[in-house]
């Protein structure tokens, strides 16, 4: 019986709206444009945000990566002529850091060495990559084909590889990939394994993982490349000694994270006078970017608020104006026994109506916005549930909010001056 | 309602004690009513008459439990209602009263159907029921066959028979007609009086303002107002005072 009235109230509210279908129409349009609009700047928002927090998880929120830098006396130092930069990271460090703070559960050193490969008739300059097996299980990537490196290349100092995907393409194109011997610089090194090349740009971090990377046993870049790299310059020649480029860290959990940052902060300092490393924390900087992403957010959704609003001061004008152009109807409603209340619930309901079906309208246009961008400019986007339920919500209270005054306003109306009213 | 210790007497429906009506109108005040005692016995036809001014419409409203009187009571089939907010007096004029005016007060966007039927929704009738009832009160009225008819396709005649229709809806005790045959012809207005007359052999009591003597005619008892008072009582019976 009460859920039987509820439906007859609904479907009067629909009966009074379609006697003035242009009306309602303009009026609903408001509210299509503001959910619509609502709808698509979060779902672009969310597309945009989505592509940067994926870089930044794919570094390990688990993950702190020290970088050997150049300070800035050993940059005004290396112009001049033959001398030797001597900085960043060392050896001892990597196995200080590692024997010392008792959160980090595995670390992987990285020397980087550019060198020319060489295979028969084909050269490319490759990333050589000096690291140990557990590179592989921080930064992880899928294998292609063959294998990566083991402990037991470490402990056999093997003269093996394991290309990206990208840079064996180029080298041995159609030809098998494992087990052929790869020139890098003046030795032989066999093929053992081939992984999915990504591109590393995730924030300001350089994963050291680009499209051409060659990763060896650190032990034989170590003993076939040395720690000095040469390179001709306008002024001459720079020589530049540095042991690691990278340490990676994996600490033991996500809370840890920032107290071994610090702890690593504050290990390295005592052993490095001047300032020739960066520590990069991913969590850091995933928590940044997903403030950013609020803000974002934020600033889109108030946007799109705003026409929502329009909207809705729309609806209000328009029920206002329906209250005093029924002003007659509703004095015969009260004089036939409708209570007050029951008069605000048939206007309100009317609204309601009006910005709930506008809604859905609005998010049809919503959803449809976003695929067409991503269609045509390959910008991503993302529909989140919350994305679609809000601007629903949002809509349904905006019927509610803004029809509540106008019905009040009806529910006033004395009913022998209504009566009389023409 | 519980009954109040006033003095009414078994059969009055409707009862005024002493009751005022006055509004303010600048610094002064007009007494719409003027301490006015009147019982309306259960049952009987009456006619309010009086030139504009007199308090006829006032005290519809009054009756119809539109409005409040400033001083005095109204007792309303033994139970006083002249305290009651406006939740109480909208429920009493939905099950104990029926409306008719001048002007018909129909609701033009509506079918004659759902016109008749509008008391029976704020009394929670379910459709069905609802159809049946409008469907016997259009028939009784003379109404077959019009009841998809909007109200702007009757004549003046039709519409005031669908608005009796819906005054009897929810089976009331009074009807109160407001200059019933206004709007309407000589014969048209005859015709919707008979009805009336005919209500009244059924049983309803009939309160009706008119300010024709010869429509007047066809109540059993008529009251003349003048400047807020009762003038005087003509017809069959003792009910005044």
């Known amino acids: ?422 | 309602m519980d009954n109040e210790s006033l003095p009414a007497r078994q059969n009055d429906i409707v009862r005024l004690e002493n009751a005022y009506k006055i509004y303010p109108m600048g610094a002064e005040q007009v007494n719409a009513l003027a301490g006015v005692t009147i019982s309306f016995k259960q049952g009987s036809f009456w006619a309010i008459m009086g030139p504009s001014g007199s308090g006829k419409s006032t005290m519809m409203n009054i009756i119809g439990c539109l409005d409040h009187l400033s001083k005095g009571h109204y007792i309303l089939q033994g139970h006083d209602v002249s305290n009651l907010d406006d939740n109480a007096l909208s429920d009493i004029r939905l099950k104990y009263l029926g409306f008719i005016f001048q002007s018909f007060n129909l609701i033009p966007q509506l079918t004659v159907q759902k016109n008749i039927e509008l008391p029976l929704y704020y009394l929670g009738w379910d459709a069905i029921e609802s159809a049946k009832r409008a469907k016997e009160l259009a028939a009784m009225v003379g109404l077959q066959g019009r009841l998809g008819h909007r109200p702007t396709e009757l004549s003046g005649g039709q519409m005031q028979r669908v608005a009796i229709a819906r005054a009897l809806a929810n089976d009331p005790q009074i009807l109160l007609a407001d200059e019933p045959t206004g709007n309407l012809d000589t014969a048209t207005g005859e015709q919707i009086l008979e009805l009336l007359a005919e209500l009244n052999r059924q049983g309803k009591t009939i309160i009706m303002v008119t300010h024709e003597s010869y429509i007047a005619a066809y109540a059993d008892k008529r009251l003349h107002m003048k400047d807020g008072v009762i003038d005087s009582i003509e017809g069959n019976g003792d009910e005044a005072k």
């Open chain 1, 1 to 422: 019986m009460k859920q039987n009235r509820f439906v007859r109230n609904i479907l009067l509210g629909i009966e009074n709206l379609l006697l003035h279908k242009l009306r309602s129409f303009l009026t609903m349009l408001g509210v299509v444009f503001g959910v619509g609009s609502v709808v698509a700047m979060l779902s672009v928002g969310e597309g945009a945000s989505k592509e940067a927090l994926e870089q930044i998880r794919k570094l390990g929120s688990n993950n702190i990566i020290i970088s050997s830098i150049k300070s800035i006396d050993e940059e005004a130092a290396s112009t001049a002529h033959s001398h030797m930069s001597i900085y960043g990271l060392t050896y001892e460090d990597h196995d200080r850091i590692a024997g010392t703070i008792n959160t980090i559960k595995q670390t992987a050193p990285v020397k980087l060495i550019r060198k020319e490969a060489r295979l028969m008739s084909r050269a490319m300059e490759l990333r050589v990559v000096g690291t140990t097996p557990q590179w592989f299980e921080l930064v992880k990537r899928p294998v292609l084909a063959g294998r990566i490196l083991l402990d037991s290349d470490i402990r056999d100092k093997s003269a093996v590889t394991v290309l990206t995907e990208f840079g064996a393409r180029k080298l041995l194109a159609t030809e098998n990939t494992i087990g052929q011997p790869l020139r890098i610089g003046g030795d032989y090194f066999e093929v053992v394994g081939i992984i999915k090349s990504e591109s590393g740009q995730a924030g300001n971090i350089q994963i050291p993982d680009q499209q051409v990377d060659a990763y060896i046993p650190i032990d034989i870049a170590r003993k076939y490349f040395g720690d000095i790299v040469t390179r001709r310059t306008s002024g001459g020649r720079e020589r530049e000694l540095v042991e690691l480029h990278q340490i990676i860290i994996d600490v033991d959990n996500t809370d840890n994270v920032e107290s071994t940052a610090v702890a690593l902060e504050q290990l390295l300092n005592r052993f490095h006078k001047k300032k020739d490393y960066q520590i990069s924390v991913p969590l850091a900087l995933l928590k940044q970017a997903e403030a950013t992403k609020r803000t974002f957010n934020i600033v889109l959704g108030s946007i799109a608020g705003i026409s929502l609003l329009v909207g809705g001061i729309g609806i209000m004008n328009i029920m206002l104006a329906s209250v005093t152009e029924r002003t007659r109807e509703i004095g015969i409603r009260r004089a036939i026994g409708a209570k007050r209340k029951q008069i605000i619930v048939q206007f309100l309901i009317e609204t309601v109506v009006l910005s709930t079906l506008g809604g859905i309208v609005g998010l049809g246009v919503g959803v449809l916005i976003p695929m067409a961008i991503t269609y045509f400019t390959e910008m991503p986007t993302v529909l989140t549930l919350l994305g679609v339920l809000l601007p629903l919500l949002i809509s349904i209270s905006i019927g509610i909010i803004f029809g509540l005054y106008p019905a009040i306003n009806a529910a006033r109306v004395d009913p022998i001056v209504a009566l009389r009213h023409e």
